[in-house]
């Protein structure tokens, strides 16, 4: 089945860490740029950070920039969401996305629920 699976969710204090994981399989993972995302309840889904194919390009919503590092490791068919000094309002359920836009293609993990709260 194609479909990227998040893992790494989870509750921490505001101000800690937390790591998610997106693992693929079903896909050629390094032809697809990667990107996470977030919905938080009563809103739409908004995009956190991207990075491209090679990692060249990345790309972090202005909430996020300084906080949170997207990277991926194409040997291994994951990215990674290190998120620091979270804030309250990084609650959210957190989506992996697969992306080939020249085919039409994209391919949504099941997400991952992250609370952020004292």
């Known amino acids: 089945q194609v479909q990227p699976v998040e893992s790494g969710g989870g509750f921490v204090q505001p101000g800690g860490s937390l790591r998610l994981i997106c693992t693929a399989s079903g896909f050629t993972f390094d032809r697809f740029g990667m990107s996470w995302h977030r919905q938080a309840p009563g809103k739409e889904r908004e995009l956190v950070a991207f990075?491209?194919?090679?990692?060249?390009?990345?790309n972090y919503a202005d909430s996020v920039r300084g906080r949170f590092t997207i990277s991926r490791d194409n040997s291994k068919s994951t990215v990674t969401l290190q998120m620091n000094s979270l804030k309250p309002n990084d609650t959210a359920v957190y989506y992996c996305n697969a992306a080939r836009p020249a085919y039409n293609l994209h391919y949504w993990g099941q997400g991952t629920q992250v609370t952020v709260s004292s």
């Open positions: 990075i491209s194919t090679s990692a060249l390009l990345i």
